[in-house]
């Protein structure tokens, strides 16, 4: 009887490890143990990319899940290394948020060619991941340039103060906001430089700005709230913000503030929540062989005065 007793325990125990080792077949060793998802993030330093990355923590810890986030400081080549060290953990999924389109791309290619589910989060890369979480950035320039041309009447001399350079984000947003300019003729580009998405380099930016073209200047368009809240600090500091449009884009809490105080024109709300929420619930049905969807687009929302309330928490 205590054989019979010895051996069904060890059944039962053989069976239990065989089921837990088939939910992690992907690529994760996690052998009973709860789904591992390792996180590549751009940079921590960016108030946006951090919303992104609290909720993918916060959804994480409801679904029972461990994530291991890690910062690549904007650099794709630390981050193409992380992916590489996340794969010898064994982790059952990846979920990337890339620093650039093509130089974080290998990193897409070595997560695929182990097996394991790789999800890129809020930008893309040119090689096709497991999934992709985010939004349309041509569309969020679209609605940016709109705006400014519909304020200053379809005339005006417009600066682009662009993102990390051959960043997805940058490429789509400089290209949706080309486009507007295009079909308004009479905004004319006075010039375009990279703030790298960062507040106090988009500062130092607009004040070389505003030595080359001074009262020229009557708007501007910033890839981030980062870098829009930059252009308003040297603009006040000037004392020309009253005659300049500043339009930025993400509806980080600085910002959303700013164009409450009417200092910001007005700014794009991307949903932070809704792509780290999603990118994890993603990264866990791909890791579980579970269906899920290939491309989850999350809509951008232009933010005035007279609807900021509706984003404020």
């Not at 590489?84 to 620093?99: K, L, R, T, W």
């Not at 910001?264 to 991307?270: M, P």
Request: glycine content about 8%; aromatic content about 6%; some cysteine.
């Amino acid at each position: 009887m205590k054989f019979n007793a010895v051996y069904a325990v060890f059944v039962a125990g053989a069976v239990l490890f065989g089921c837990n080792q088939s939910g992690g077949e992907s690529g994760g060793e996690s052998s009973g143990k709860k789904l591992v998802v390792g996180a590549t993030m751009l940079s921590m330093q960016n108030e946006f990319i951090v919303n992104v990355s609290d909720e993918m923590g916060s959804r994480a810890k409801a679904l029972d899940v461990e994530l291991i986030t890690v910062d690549a400081e904007r650099s794709a080549l630390k981050q193409v290394e992380q992916v590489e060290s996340f794969i010898a953990q064994g982790v059952d999924a990846i979920i990337m948020n890339p620093c650039e389109v093509e130089a974080s791309s290998p990193a897409v290619k070595l997560a695929m060619n182990a097996k394991i589910p790789i999800i890129n989060v809020n930008s893309e890369t040119s090689s096709k991941p497991t999934a992709f979480v985010g939004s349309d950035d041509t569309e969020s320039a679209r609605i940016a340039m709109k705006y400014i041309a519909e304020k200053l009447g379809g005339k005006g001399n417009v600066l682009i103060m662009h993102g990390f350079m051959g960043q997805a984000a940058q490429i789509k947003r400089d290209a949706g906001a080309k486009e507007i300019l295009k079909a308004n003729s009479g905004l004319k580009l006075l010039a375009e430089q990279s703030g790298e998405w960062d507040r106090a380099k988009a500062m130092s930016l607009t004040e070389n700005w505003i030595q080359s073209y001074g009262n020229q200047i009557n708007a501007i368009f910033a890839h981030n709230d980062e870098m829009g809240m930059g252009a308003v600090k040297a603009l006040e500091a000037a004392g020309m913000k009253n005659k300049v449009i500043v339009i930025s884009v993400d509806a980080i809490p600085d910002a959303l503030q700013a164009v409450k105080k009417g200092t910001l024109d007005a700014t794009i709300y991307q949903n932070a929540a809704q792509q780290g929420g999603t990118a994890i619930e993603t990264a866990v049905k791909a890791a579980k062989k579970e269906a899920f969807k290939e491309e989850v687009l999350v809509p951008f929302q232009l933010v005035t005065k007279e609807n900021v309330e509706e984003f404020l928490k």
